[in-house]
């Protein structure tokens, strides 16, 4: 069984096909807004990952330090 999957009890309607419909447009919207998550995500870190000019020579040295420990 997939990750995040429930079981469904038997006679929940599952063989309904408008149930299996419903269930397929709201999978469908959960992935792009989980896609516009990543997205937004992995444009957050590689800002975060970006010096700024004002803060390199502090980043360089707290690198430094870091490393000589």
């Known amino acids: 069984m ?4 429930i079981a469904e009890p038997a006679g929940s309607g599952v063989d309904d096909p408008t149930c299996h419909n419903a ?3 709201t999978d469908i919207a959960r992935l ?5 998550f990543l997205r937004e995500l992995a444009e957050a870190r590689a800002l975060l990952a970006r010096p700024t ?3 390199s020579p502090s980043i360089v ?3 430094r ?5």
Not at 2 to 5: L, T, V
Not at 32 to 36: D, E, G, L
Not at 65 to 69: A, K, M, Y
Request: proline share 4%; hydrophobic share 35%; aromatic share 4%.
């Open 61 to 63: 040295g707290r690198q």
């Open 2 to 5: 997939p990750e995040g999957a």
């Open 65 to 69: 330090l870091r490393q000589s420990i």
């Open 32 to 36: 792009r807004q989980r896609a516009v």
């Open 53 to 55: 000019t004002w803060r």
């Open 23 to 25: 269930e397929l447009v």
